[in-house]
């Protein structure tokens, strides 16, 4: 192998170890308002907004909180893509860059996966975001692209394109490379934004899945499922059968505890079997006093069928 200050080549000697993230309260702690309608004394409803993190307290007490207008589009129509078509990402961009600002300026604490993910894209390992929001994933991908801008620093930028030109050298043979951002470019096209309340995501997926509408835990589910399979299609064109004997992991974090509990049940009795012999690792960030979140492993029993 060429050894190249500006291509690690050492990447060829790691694990493959690969990321699945919630977007807020995970990641972020973003200033998104959900517009809800809270009872009064008097008997009456006020408007009443509040963040992701409040609402999944409040989002159960159905009979002192309800959508404003009683309308639940109305209620999470900031975290929908609203805006002219030349401004699709604008709202998310905005929230995310002020979310980041609060955590850079130690104003606010990250959220509890914000190392890690700060951390897999600085290793140029592959992601995916699968969050309940109704965003086109062009508008997710440009959250990352802010993220990447405003919190790693230069020396961490050169360190990730290092790593991504060394995937690229080693697994995909390519030996002239394209500026940084046409490195960063093509890394963040092979990952994976799933906003699974999004009207296309939902198209899609009603497309392969047919029955009864799919819930958000269900609708996360096939978006987790979408990314594996994904990743295993990108393994083997990298590698052929040459990754069998490395370890191979998926790590799940989400803040719903709901969400969570839909995951483990389903990778123990469909992911696990179907791509048997990856150590799935699904973290619950509920309790931000744990970092990294609760870890619990589950993990395939049969050899790779692939």
Known sequence: MVEHPDINTQVALRDFKYYIFDWDDNILHMPTRIHLEKRQPDGTW???????????????????YRPLHDDRDAAFIEFQDDAPADDRAGRFVRDTEEAIDRVMSGKEPPGPSFTTFKKTLVEGRLFAIVTARGHASATLRAGVESFIRLVLSPAERQEMLANLRGYRYCYDGVREFGTDDE???????????????????????????????????????????????HLFHVLERMNGDSFGWRPISIGFSDDDQANVAAVQKYIKEALGSRFPSVKFCVYDTSDPSIENGRKVVVSGQMDLGL
């Open 183 to 229: 490195e960063i470019a093509y890394y963040l096209g092979l990952n994976r934004y799933h906003a699974v309340t999004n009207p296309d995501f939902k198209a899609w997926m009603d497309s392969r899945v047919k029955g009864a509408a799919p819930t958000s835990e269900e609708r996360k589910q096939f978006a987790i499922r979408d990314f594996v399979e």
């Open 46 to 64: 006020r408007h009443h907004s509040v963040s992701t993190s409040v609402f999944s307290i409040v989002r159960q007490d159905t009979a002192n």
